[in-house]
Every structure is written in C-alpha cells, then in structure tokens.
C-alpha cells in the first residue's frame, strides 16, 4: 500500500483538479498520452476521466485522437494533450513518441506538455519510502492507488501513467514538465 503522505498528495493533487476544473480556471479537455505498446490514453473531459490502453496500431491511435478531437470540437473547447516523454529510450518507443506528437500536430492538438516521468512523479515521491522504489515497484503501486481513486475506470499500468499526466497538467497549469 502507500505512504499516507503519498496517497494524501495524490488525492489532493486529484481534488485541486476537479476543483480548478469545475471552477473554469482550467481547459475542459486535455488527452494524457503514455507512448509505447504498454502505454495509454486518458482524458478529461467535461468534469470526468476517461482511459484506454495505447491502440495497437498508428491508425488506431489516429482514429482514436481524431475521436478526442471531435469530442473537443463539439464542446467548443480547443483539444490538448500532455505526453511522457521518458528519457532514454528504446528505438521503438522514440519511434512511437514520433507517431503519436505528429498525429497530435497533424489533428490540431496543441501540446502543453512534454513531461518527464521525474516531474510528474515528484509529488508522489515526496514521501521517503517512495524514494527507495524501484521502477516495477512504483508501477505497481502507482496501478493499485489509481484502481482505487477512479473505480469505475479499467485501469492498467499505462493508462494509470496517462491519467496521472492529466492530473499532474490539471494541477499544474503552468509547468511545461521539463527540468
């Protein structure tokens, strides 16, 4: 389980968004976007999240951009996306990176962050026991809280690294993601 300091940062980084949201501070659509074959999509859209795996194919990714877009066009609302951006990387992930930031560009979404897994993370690793985790670990962890903060949500190791960009965006407004 988490450190109580950890699970308080997350809850309060996931109310402060609901709160800045619903108040019109903040955009009402943004995709959060982890590349790679066991990445995923999330998005925030009119006060709720949505996730998926990352499509298996880059037609389907575009399908399934270009499905956010019209989302975000029929809300008058301009589309936005966060995307990790993990460095290094292995050839097949940076290739996917590519596919995925040129189809954000080639379907208009304006991208507010590149973030890398450090930034985002930082809130959560606030707590020193998170320090110490090994990458599986944190995942692990990280899946387990996000099953239990978005329940009515299928939550895999992916899309709970897209749903916590969005949360990390909507929290920080301002911050680009990188160091």
Known sequence: MFPATAINNLKTMIDMTISNTTSGLLPAFLVGIAPGARGGLAAWTDGAFACQPM???VTTIMDRLCAYKQMAD???VPPLAVVEQAAPMHAHDAEHLGYVLG???ALGFQVVGRVRPEIWQAP???H???RQLRPREFQAKLLVSAQGFFPGLVITPGTAVA??????KLSNPGMEGRP
């Open 55 to 57: 499509p298996p194919t």
């Open 124 to 126: 959560l690793r606030e």
């Open 74 to 76: 029929l809300a008058g």
């Open 103 to 105: 189809a954000c560009q």
């Open 128 to 130: 020193s026991a998170w």
């Open 163 to 168: 749903l916590m960009l969005v949360v990390w």
